[in-house]
């Protein structure tokens, strides 16, 4: 497995301090993105949470997430959360080390009491004192909220004072990109009243050891979810039941529970979200299809991937993001002049270097920018780069709907039919396209669209 070390620079670890004027936190952030341009250390909100013990157990869930392996546990280190400030939210982000569990912390507008939020994405510092002072908040006593240095001190800070260094492995940057793809293709299944999410979510198992393998399923009946033995028209997917656990931090504080998932074909499984909704916040959780499969392996983002014109389309498309909290595809393609297909590619295209996610309860793309090298996720993803091989090294030969690509010592088929592509190779057999395409279905959709590789288009 690809990996490499992300650094990450504080000027001082974060911290919950009380004064005689009240309780103040402080969130120090390390090198992101903002309008201006890269900073060391960004600063996006000072002001006041109306809802300080909720939020303090929301970023300890989103935090939990991230130091959690839900399948082969092992003591590894893990990424500090991501923040993005898009004016009038802040997001709290993070993704499991095993890749199959994204979770999000949106503090809304109304959970935010002070000066506008600031436009821009980075790490924030949560450490163990912090975790530890987080979780003794048990009254919502005023609690000032600071994102970023203090104001006196942005101009003057010397240099970084704590380091911290994680290995970043490219799944884990692959995993975000198609956890925000599956999100995009999500229907709200379910919604909850607290009471009955309340006594859900308590009634699902909290493993201690690897998360079950297989797939259950639930879907609405009423006001509540039941168990269904198959996976009947509007069931949601519900993979390794135990790694929804990080939502038992928020729950006592719930207004209800939405659930999310793709349309049901047949009785694979498929990944879903959970959104406990909080008083001026959101906290979402995204699971795999299965507790052993995360989720850089799904290939949702690999046809996005694979031709010079969606790269094109995305080039255009990003000039045009300007940190919205909600993108409207409609929008962009008035504006680019790209028609709303190709806009989406683009955004698709986009996610994999982590400049957009997507919100399921706006139904739309936002902007934000990860603080690391994610276009490294594209260049080392296996199948593409073997795709990309092979159509350099002219191993694809067309005739009509049907293509043929030499790879070793085998030649495979590869049929279109209805826009779709189907392979003769294994992969193919295993999978049938529900993890994205071949690396010779890739190769072909290439050579057809005429994209640029090494070696040169055959």
Not at 113 to 135: I, K, Q, Y
Request: charged share 20%; net charge neutral; proline share 6%.
């Amino acid at each position: 497995m690809t990996r490499s070390v992300q650094a990450l620079a504080y000027a001082r670890p974060s911290a919950l301090e009380s004064s005689q004027v009240g309780a103040s936190l402080g969130l120090e952030t390390a090198g992101g993105l903002t309008p201006r341009g890269a900073e060391a250390h960004p600063r996006f909100f000072a002001g006041f949470l109306s809802a300080p013990r909720i939020a303090a157990r929301g970023l300890l869930a989103v935090a939990d997430v991230a130091a959690a392996r839900y399948y082969q546990r092992t003591l590894a280190a893990s990424l500090d959360p991501v923040v993005t400030g898009n004016g009038d939210r802040l997001r709290f982000e993070s993704f499991s080390g095993c890749c199959g569990v994204y979770a999000r912390l949106d503090v809304l507008r109304e959970g935010l009491e002070g000066e506008r939020t600031g436009h821009g994405t980075t790490n924030v510092d949560v450490n163990n004192p912090l975790r530890d002072a987080l979780s003794r908040i048990t009254a919502d006593d005023p609690l000032h909220l600071r994102v970023g240095p203090e104001e006196l001190a942005v101009t003057t800070l010397d240099g970084p004072v704590v380091e911290k260094k994680v290995p970043l492995p490219d799944r884990w940057l692959r995993g975000f990109a198609e956890a925000q793809v599956a999100s995009a293709g999500f229907d709200l299944r379910a919604e909850l009243s607290a009471a009955q999410a309340v006594a859900f979510l308590r009634s699902l198992p909290r493993g201690s050891g690897n998360a079950a393998r297989g797939a259950q399923w639930v879907v609405a009946s009423g006001s509540t979810l039941r168990p269904t033995t198959r996976p009947v028209p509007g069931a949601v997917c519900l993979p390794g039941p135990e790694r929804l656990v990080a939502l038992q931090r928020v729950l006592r504080h719930a207004t209800a529970l939405r659930v999310y998932g793709p349309p049901v074909a047949d009785g694979a499984p498929v990944a879903s979200a959970w959104e406990v909704v909080l008083p001026g916040m959101r906290l979402t959780l995204t699971l795999s299809p299965d507790a052993a499969r995360g989720f850089s392996g799904e290939g949702g983002v690999l046809e996005a991937l694979a031709t010079d014109e969606a790269a094109a389309d995305a080039e255009l498309v990003s000039v045009l993001l300007a940190w919205e909290p909600t993108i409207e595809p409609a929008t962009l393609a008035e504006q680019s002049g790209l028609s709303v297909e190709r806009v989406r590619a683009a955004l698709t295209r986009l996610g994999t270097a982590g400049r957009v996610g997507y919100d399921l309860a706006d139904a739309a793309y936002f902007h934000r920018e990860l603080p690391y090298d994610a276009d490294r996720a594209e260049r080392h993803n296996p199948r593409l780069v073997a795709a990309r091989e092979l159509a350099g090294a002219g191993a694809v030969s067309l005739d009509g709907a049907v293509a043929y690509v030499a790879s070793g010592d085998r030649r495979y088929q590869v049929r279109e039919s209805d826009g779709a592509l189907t392979c003769t190779c294994q992969w193919w057999a295993d999978y049938l396209g529900k993890r994205g395409p071949c690396k010779h279905a890739l190769a072909v959709t290439m050579v057809r669209r005429g994209a640029t590789v090494a070696g040169g288009v055959r």
